[in-house]
């Protein structure tokens, strides 16, 4: 099966390169090389073709191992921590999950941890093992499949939206209670600003870099 | 003679995964060559699917707003709080500027989605070529600024998570933001489903 496959990529290869279509209408375009700070859009709708990608994929692999740790911090810190005569409550994202599954609200609880946990941390283990091999060249083993996977996974990931949500609930639980930020709430933050970095990355260009080993 | 070939003009086909651009074989259930998806031109039955998720996620929004999300005990005080109520509460209360980041990402920003949604399948069923710049503009724009709209299931959560003195004071989850959630998740996936390059299926006459 795989054979005939990677014949037809091949003869695709030559003719594709130089084609693209604009997702969000069907226009088809020659490709052209972009410079840095260039950005292709199409004609027809408007939409963003292309961008120039001027992380190469050491950079980007730098990045998502600076994702991860920021990402194990914000999970493992304490995000809010709420004072009460002298008793100190500490919130943990896994502390907010368990909490909504024991009080009837499981899918909730579910919708945060697949958006604020499982997906994210999906994603960066896919992109960092197909960047580990990438960088040196090779397609990493399941390459294809893994980059489907990754194209379905990808909008689901909501951290940015949970920094808001916990900048929120700070200002409403202080109409109460004594509550500061903890060092969780800045590790968020910062992944916050991490993830907007890497959403301008186009994840697609990894199937063009990374060129197929020949058999 | 239009300067600007479509797909199905030079026979060819974009895949909806991985982008490569393919011939058109006309083979039902050809394989994208590159990442092995399923081509099509359009995505099959997008608009059925999109009706359906949109309207499953208008029911679901309706006790989303009239039942409570979150219930705040306080000196047993008991205090259950819809979203609306909450954006109030914030307003009055803590800092209007947050109020309105509330307000925008729980109110408005669904309702707008239902309202684009809802424009972009009638006007994709009549074919018209009505507005289409803008209209793929509301769509791109809908589709980036769905996921926020999580923002108050987030807040009930962690506030769930950070009040809990027993009888003293407390915060509780209400059903209400179980119904919510899933109308963001459901909303999110109807404008997935909508395959926009519907938009631009009709005569062109302006070029």
């Known amino acids: 099966m795989s054979q005939p496959l990677t014949s037809t990529e091949h003869t695709q290869k030559a003719f594709t390169s130089t084609l693209q279509i604009c997702e969000h209408c069907d226009t088809v375009y020659r490709r052209r090389a972009l410079v840095r700070g260039e950005v292709a859009r199409c004609q027809r709708c408007g939409a963003v073709l292309e961008r120039h990608q001027r992380l190469s994929l050491d950079t980007m692999f730098a990045l998502v191992l600076t994702v991860m740790v920021v990402f194990v911090q914000a999970n493992v810190w304490p995000i809010i921590t709420l004072g009460l005569n002298g008793t100190q409550i500490h919130a943990t994202l896994w502390g907010i999950i368990i909490m909504m599954w024991e009080r009837q609200s499981q899918v909730v609880a579910a919708l945060a941890a697949a958006t604020l946990f499982f997906f994210p941390l999906l994603k960066m283990a896919l992109v960092g093992w197909l960047l580990a091999y990438g960088r040196r060249g090779r397609r990493a083993p399941g390459f294809t499949r893994l980059m489907v996977v990754l194209h379905y996974i990808a909008p689901w990931t909501m951290s940015e939206v949970f920094v808001l949500g916990i900048l929120v609930s700070i200002v409403k639980a202080q109409l109460y209670f004594d509550v500061t930020a903890d060092a969780g709430a800045f590790a968020y933050a910062a992944l916050a600003v991490l993830i907007t970095i890497f959403s301008g990355i186009d994840l697609r260009q990894l199937w063009d870099k990374i060129p197929e080993s020949t058999p | ?207």
Not at chain 2, 11 to 28: A, K, M, S, Y
């Open chain 2, 1 to 207: 003679m239009s300067a600007l070939p479509r797909a199905h003009e030079l026979g060819v086909i974009g895949c909806h995964v991985c982008g490569l651009v393919c011939r058109d074989t006309g083979v039902q259930g050809a394989a994208c060559p590159r990442c092995g998806s399923a081509l099509h031109r359009r995505m099959p039955g997008s608009r059925a699917r999109t009706w359906a998720l949109l309207i499953a996620a208008f029911i679901l929004y309706i006790p989303a707003n009239f039942l409570p999300i979150m219930r705040t005990v306080s000196l047993g005080d008991v205090d259950d709080n819809t979203i609306l109520t909450g954006v109030v509460e914030l307003w009055v209360k803590g800092s209007p500027d947050l109020a309105i980041i509330v307000f925008t990402a729980s109110i408005v920003v669904p309702m707008m989605k239902f309202l684009v949604m809802v424009t972009l399948l009638l006007s994709v069923h009549r074919g018209t070529n009505w507005a289409r710049t803008q209209r793929a503009k509301l769509y791109r724009l809908v589709e980036f600024i769905g996921y926020w709209s999580m923002l108050d299931v987030f807040v009930v959560s962690l506030l769930t998570a950070l009040v809990q003195f027993g009888f003293f004071s407390e915060v509780e989850p209400l059903p209400g933001v179980v119904y919510f959630g899933l109308t963001v998740i459901l909303t999110m996936l109807a404008a997935m489903s909508f395959d926009q390059r519907m938009i631009w299926d009709c005569k062109d006459e302006d070029d």
